[in-house]
């Protein structure tokens, strides 16, 4: 298959050209082409100019790069490919610990009439993530810092199955894959291929627990908390009295009530670690002579 490179120019900003650059130099032998966004050729105009063309769309750039490349090949004959070159680059952790190099089956989750590949975060977690000025410019801690002291439960209604959970919350993670915020495991044991999601909900709780809970995260300390309820399943449904900005997969998502489906193997996705590592190494050593 070819693989088409997609380059997020404004997410890559004045690397986009040597990155590139590498790029050419990592796939030489092989079929493939560069596309560039631009403010008059968007990334959702160039994947459509793909539309079915059998290809590996490999988007270079950070989760919501992903995300937005993920929605637009979905129901196409083309498989999703990334280099990570973003904030968190959550999805590229999932895979490394649970893919193997090549093409693999992987669940996709339907949320309204969006998919997301990873997590989708309501309450504190998409706070924090869609504070975009604060997680470009210190990460997710330093957003989560600023956050934090401002921050109130939400009121929602979680329907599984046969149960509803209706309280506030401090957060509810849906998770296909196991990371958020660059490099909180939450989904411990969640994986990409078994057609359910792991969901993670935290009642309302005190700062200190909250941060201890958060913090706690990383030695999965929060599978057992006690404020910690988590749930596998096919299917929810969350509703929430006011305008409720959800973050998926680096993007956003506001709407009242969301209706979240998995859909079992429903992209196939491209993981090569020999690609990422040669053009990472290649963009190491240019720092190198740089700063020489």
Do not use: W
């Not at 997590?119 to 998409?126: H, M, R, V, Y």
């Not at 990383?218 to 599978?223: L, Q």
């Amino acid at each position: 298959m070819k693989r088409i490179f997609l380059l997020n120019r404004f997410s890559l900003k004045d690397k986009t050209n040597d990155i590139a650059a590498y790029i050419i130099k990592a796939a030489a032998g092989t079929d493939y082409k560069i596309e560039i966004n631009s403010l008059n050729r968007s990334t959702e105009d160039i994947i459509e100019e793909y539309k079915d063309s059998n290809s590996i769309i490999i988007c270079v750039g950070g989760d919501g790069t992903i995300n937005r490349t993920l929605n637009g090949i979905v129901g196409t004959n083309n498989v999703l490919g990334y280099i990570p070159y973003g904030t968190g680059n959550d999805f590229y952790k999932s895979n490394k610990e649970l893919l193997e190099s090549g093409i693999s089956d992987v669940d996709l989750v339907r949320i309204n009439d969006k998919y997301f590949i990873n997590i989708a975060c309501f309450g504190i977690d998409a706070d924090v993530a869609n504070a975009d000025d604060l997680v470009h410019s210190g990460g997710y801690v330093y957003s989560l810092l600023h956050t934090f002291a401002k921050y109130k439960a939400r009121h929602l209604k979680v329907s599984i199955d046969d149960e509803v959970y209706e309280k506030d919350f401090t957060t509810v993670a849906v998770c296909n894959g196991r990371y958020y915020g660059g490099k909180f495991k939450i989904g411990t044991n969640a994986l990409l291929d078994d057609g359910l999601v792991d969901v993670y909900m935290a009642d309302n709780m005190s700062k200190l627990k909250m941060g201890a809970l958060i913090l706690g995260m990383n030695k999965a300390k929060h599978e057992k908390n006690k404020a910690m309820k988590i749930v596998k399943c096919k299917k929810l449904y969350i509703e929430s009295p006011t305008e409720l900005t959800c973050n998926i997969d680096g993007d956003k998502l506001t709407s009242k009530s969301f209706d979240i489906e998995v859909i079992p193997h429903g992209i196939k996705v491209y993981y090569d670690q020999g690609l990422i590592d040669n053009v990472k190494q290649q963009d190491t050593q240019s720092r190198r002579k740089k700063k020489a």
